[in-house]
């Protein structure tokens, strides 16, 4: 298979503990300071750098924001570009995940 493809998130939190799936957060440092899901990878869409997205790990990669619809514009495009081959969207995003009562962090991550 390839290309872009909408997942719920009760389905990615099925990939995240088999041990399947990266989560790739597109979201602001405000926002994420504010809730974030445990092991993403922070890649804001303001500075968008295709680079800072581990493309070798094997993993179904699955970005993810606030409601969907950025994280939505990022992944069709490094599919687009030719970047990754396959990636997924988490569909609602953090509002969705939190609304499936799904575990998150809240507050600023420890350092």
Same mark, same amino acid.
């Given at each position: 298979m390839? !290309?872009?493809t909408e997942v719920p998130p009760e389905t990615v939190?099925?990939?995240l503990d088999d041990g399947e799936a990266?989560?790739?957060d597109v979201r602001e440092a405000e926002e994420l300071a504010k809730?974030?899901?445990? !092991?993403?990878v922070h890649v804001p869409m303001s500075s968008f750098d295709p680079a800072l997205i581990?493309?070798?790990t094997g993993k179904k990669v699955v970005f993810v924001c606030a409601h969907g619809q950025r994280s939505e514009q990022i992944g069709g495009y490094v599919v687009a570009e030719g970047i990754l081959t396959e990636a997924y969207n988490m569909a609602g995003g953090l509002a969705a995940w939190?609304?499936?009562g799904l575990p998150f962090e809240t507050g600023p991550a420890s350092t």
């Open positions: 390839s !290309g872009f939190n099925q990939w990266l989560l790739v809730a974030r899901l445990d !092991g993403a581990p493309t070798d939190a609304e499936a």
